[in-house]
């Protein structure tokens, strides 16, 4: 089944420009019901998954928008989104660790503008191609290669420590 | 042999293998002679690591059954569709008929007004001729030479006095037949000469 299939990268592209999990179910889901009304609407000029990304990103964005949600770099609310998201579970050493060096991640990702942010959760996270971020994002394929490279080069600079570890 | 400053801006494409050939390539060649640059591709594939772990996915529980439960509600049944559908449609019947009457009734009226001796046409076709009409009955052939030769001649009145002359003879003998269709009453009317009284 088509939702079945795509219901994690979709809500993956939402969580990538809304943050808040609990917003990108939201979102997510409401991609699919666009997706039903407006099938007769797919053109096949991309392909499918391109399709329902983009409209889950244009929800997204209007989200934003709309609601005023939208999670500034270093704002007190991105703060609070992040800290929304669960970290590891376990009390061994190891879960210990993990949770410490995820904490540190996700400081990190703070750190970055929301267009960083952005290109490089849909990247790692959701896997997709340049070509599918430039879609999404409404941007040429060049600035998603230099943006991508630009969050890694400063994640990598913040996480210096952890890497070593 | 490349510089790194010239190849950095590679690495992070280069890992996510969307370099073209010719530059992957490139990349290649310089990674085999350099350890920094070969230090960073590593930082940004465990980079990726940290993220996947550090940022899960939130629980899609219930997710799939959700979105089908409202586009199921949102799908009606065929049925009610259909019946929907005829609704509409009889619906625009009766607007298409009624505005088609409207448009003939306006239409007859314009040529009424427009023509007001169509009044008297239309008029003529329901209730007979407006104007007295006379008739000149054909003449038969004398019976008697030494009579006077009688002159037929039938009238009617409008009809709306219901009244009319269904004969009239001027010349002798005199005779005048009246119907009354109201009253159903039919006069006959004889002169002197047609009495036999002479």
Redesign the interface.
């Known amino acids: 089944m088509l939702v079945q299939r795509y219901q994690q990268r979709v809500v993956g592209v939402a969580r990538a420009l809304v943050h808040n999990p609990d917003d990108a179910v939201e979102l997510g889901q409401e991609t699919f019901i666009r997706a039903f009304q407006n099938l007769k609407s797919f053109e096949g000029r991309s392909s499918f998954s391109t399709w329902l990304y983009r409209i889950a990103s244009n929800l997204a964005i209007d989200w934003r928008r709309r609601e005023s949600r939208y999670m500034v770099a270093h704002g007190e609310e991105a703060e609070n989104e992040l800290r929304k998201i669960p970290s590891g579970e376990g009390d061994s050493f190891r879960a210990l660790a993990r949770d410490e060096t995820s904490r540190k991640v996700r400081e990190a990702l703070k750190e970055l503008t929301a267009e960083h942010r952005q290109v490089i959760l849909l990247r790692e996270m959701e896997g997709l191609s340049y070509e599918e971020i430039s879609d999404i994002l409404s941007c040429p394929k060049g600035t998603v290669m230099s943006r991508l490279h630009y969050a890694r080069s400063h994640l990598r600079d913040l996480l210096k420590d952890v890497e070593a570890s | 042999m490349s510089h790194c400053d010239d190849i950095a801006?590679l690495?992070?494409?280069y890992s996510?293998g969307?370099l073209s050939p010719l530059e992957t390539d490139q990349v290649t060649r310089h990674l085999d002679s350099c350890e920094a640059c070969r230090d960073?591709l590593v930082?940004?594939v465990?980079?990726?690591h940290?993220?996947?772990?550090?940022?899960?996915?939130?629980?899609?529980d219930g997710?799939?059954e959700?979105?089908?439960g409202?586009?199921a509600a949102?799908r009606r049944p065929l049925r009610d569709r259909a019946l929907n559908w005829l609704d509409e449609l009889r619906g625009r019947w009766v607007a298409i008929v009624s505005l088609g009457g409207a448009a003939i009734a306006t239409a007859a009226l314009l040529l009424v007004l427009a023509e007001p001796a169509t009044v008297g046409r239309l008029a003529s076709l329901f209730h007979g001729p407006a104007n007295p009409v006379v008739e000149v009955a054909k003449q038969e052939p004398p019976r008697n030479p030494v009579e006077p030769e009688p002159v037929a001649v039938t009238a009617s009145v409008p009809s709306n006095s219901q009244a009319f002359i269904s004969r009239l003879e001027a010349k002798p003998p005199s005779v005048a037949t009246w119907s009354e269709p109201d009253n159903k009453t039919t006069v006959i009317w004889l002169g002197d000469d047609a009495s036999g009284n002479d």
Request: glycine share 4%.
């Open positions: 801006p690495l992070s494409a996510d969307e960073t930082d940004f465990l980079l990726g940290h993220l996947r772990s550090a940022v899960p996915m939130p629980s899609l997710f799939v959700n979105v089908m409202s586009i949102e």
